[in-house]
T-cell receptor, first 112, second 113 residues
Framework: TQLLEQSPQFLSIQEGENLTVYCNSSSVFSSLQWYRQEPGEGPVLLVTVVTGGEVKKLKRLTFQFGDARKDSSLHITAAQPGDTGLYLC????????????FGQGTELSVKP | KAGVTQTPRYLIKTRGQQVTLSCSPI?????VSWYQQTPGQGLQFLFEYFSETQRNKGNFPGRFSGRQFSNSRSEMNVSTLELGDSALYLCASSRDVGNYGYTFGSGTRLTVV
């Protein structure tokens, strides 16, 4: 059974602070995707990383894929209240296309 | 372009009934996946269809089934509903597998009473 362990589960911080969310697995992924989900809505894709060691930046968000393609991190710099939401990592395995394995999610709350 | 459309948005059913949920993918997307989201289990993969063929299936009982039509629209069916089937059901579409990322619909909130 492939598992993707995401931590922390909950994070409550003040506006302006930095934070990092981690996703770890014993499985190798062909891609690792990060999504953000608002209450009552579906997840929205933020980024896809596919190469071991890859780093992608999206404004204040930095995504990293581990060298062995088993782990990933999301770092947010100077968090804002608008960053509040559920962040999900999801891995795709080579011979199981179309099937995403999701982490449990990180519920982020950024207080003004 | 239009996003992934799921209907209905909300549904209340009684135990033992069956339900059919619909998903219209983004135009040109041929892969449609279904997921169940619950507070306890998070997002769990149900199945994936591509060009009317089921290519992958998750670990759900046979009461959960799906199909895809020639226009890529997909339906999932749950028979003999149980209280534990209450969840947000999400579908996602993609051009194909292979690192393209997926676009999710807003989901169907199913409540079984």
């Amino acid at each position: 059974t492939q598992l993707l362990e995401q931590s922390p589960q909950f994070l409550s911080i003040q506006e302006g602070e930095n934070l990092t969310v981690y996703c770890n697995s014993s499985s190798v992924f062909s891609s690792l995707q990060w999504y953000r989900q608002e209450p009552g809505e579906g997840p929205v894709l933020l980024v896809t990383v596919v190469t071991g060691g890859e780093v992608k930046k999206l404004k204040r968000l930095t995504f990293q894929f581990g060298d062995a393609r088993k782990d990933s991190s999301l770092h947010i710099t100077a968090a804002q209240p608008g960053d509040t939401g559920l962040y999900l990592c999801a891995g795709e395995i080579d011979n199981q296309g179309g099937k995403l394995i999701f982490g449990q999610g990180t519920e982020l709350s950024v207080k003004p | 372009k239009a996003g992934v459309t799921q209907t209905p948005r909300y549904l209340i059913k009684t135990r033992g009934q069956q339900v059919t949920l619909s998903c219209s993918p983004i135009s040109g997307h041929r892969s449609v996946s279904w997921y169940q989201q619950t507070p306890g289990q998070g997002l769990q993969f149900l199945f994936e269809y591509f060009s009317e063929t089921q290519r992958n299936k998750g670990n759900f009982p046979g009461r959960f089934s799906g199909r895809q039509f020639s226009n890529s629209r997909s339906e999932m069916n749950v028979s003999t509903l149980e209280l534990g089937d209450s969840a947000l059901y999400l579908c996602a579409s993609s051009r194909d597998v292979g690192n393209y990322g997926y676009t999710f619909g807003s989901g169907t909130r199913l409540t079984v009473v």
